[in-house]
């Protein structure tokens, strides 16, 4: 499988199973797994993976160094990563001293006022090595901020951690006490809209011409594929 096909793969398998399996007829259970012939016919269906869907989605999971997914008794899951709040049965496991978490500059001056929180996830995503927190900020900015977690005193706060994968643990919010950042730049200042010189006949919003200016066009969300009919190859 090329790098062109698995990043496509992964990045499916991503939003199916972590965000919207209803969308696609899966039926997810307490701990995050859904049925995995069932998900392989989704790729098919859906023009994702072909004959080799099932190969490719165990060449996937089993072959890459980040583990995101995970195959048992004919069931896959994500392993992290998830927008609704499932049971994902780890247990409670003793972090390292200090954990990462590397986000934008806009994000670190809200986590610094108001703790680190989950934002859209079900639970907070931390890193294990520094390297992989930067790595997971530079998919949002060029330059992103690290914030290291004192694991010793989120403990003292009675918050639970869980590990993941070798990379990734996860916990509940955190307070900014428990978190070490970066001092930042100043903010910039917002820009001032342009003044209009006295006198000036306010801009009118109406089109000239005595046409009527068109509603924009509404919003789109993810737009599925209507599935073909008949059975996997």
């Known amino acids: 499988m090329d790098r062109r096909m698995s990043t496509r793969l992964s990045k499916f ?4 199973l972590r965000h919207r399996p ?4 899966l039926q997810m259970d307490e701990e995050g797994f859904v049925d ?15 004959e080799s869907a099932e190969d490719d989605v165990r060449e996937l999971v089993e072959g890459s160094d980040r583990r ?23 247990p409670a496991d003793d972090p390292p001293p200090v954990l990462y978490h590397g986000t934008t500059e806009e ?4 986590v610094a006022k108001e703790g680190l929180k ?22 949002h900015t060029d330059d992103p901020v690290l914030i290291k977690v004192d694991t010793v005193k989120a403990l003292d706060h009675e918050i639970g951690f869980h590990q993941a994968t070798d990379l990734i643990w996860l916990c509940s919010s955190l307070p900014v006490d428990v978190l070490e950042i970066p001092e930042l730049p100043d903010a910039p200042a917002p820009s001032k ?8 006949p306010a801009p009118s919003s109406r089109p000239t011409g005595g046409v009527k200016a068109a509603d924009p066009p509404a919003p789109q969300g993810f737009q599925r594929r209507t599935r073909r009919k008949g059975t996997r190859r």
Do not use: C
């Not at 398998?13 to 199916?16: A, M, P, R």
């Not at 995995?36 to 072909?50: C, P, S, Y």
């Open 13 to 16: 398998l991503s939003l199916v």
């Open 22 to 25: 209803d969308e696609y007829d």
């Open 36 to 50: 995995f012939d069932t998900l392989i016919d989704v790729l098919v269906a859906e023009d994702i993976a072909a």
């Open 68 to 90: 995101r997914f995970e195959i048992a008794d004919g069931k896959i899951r994500a392993l992290y990563g998830h927008s609704s709040r499932i049971r994902l049965n780890y």
């Open 107 to 110: 994000t670190a001056r809200r």
């Open 118 to 139: 989950p934002a859209g996830r079900a639970l907070v995503h931390l890193s294990g090595t520094e390297e992989e927190a930067l790595s997971v900020g530079g998919r």
């Open 193 to 200: 809209p342009a003044s209009r010189p006295e006198g000036a």
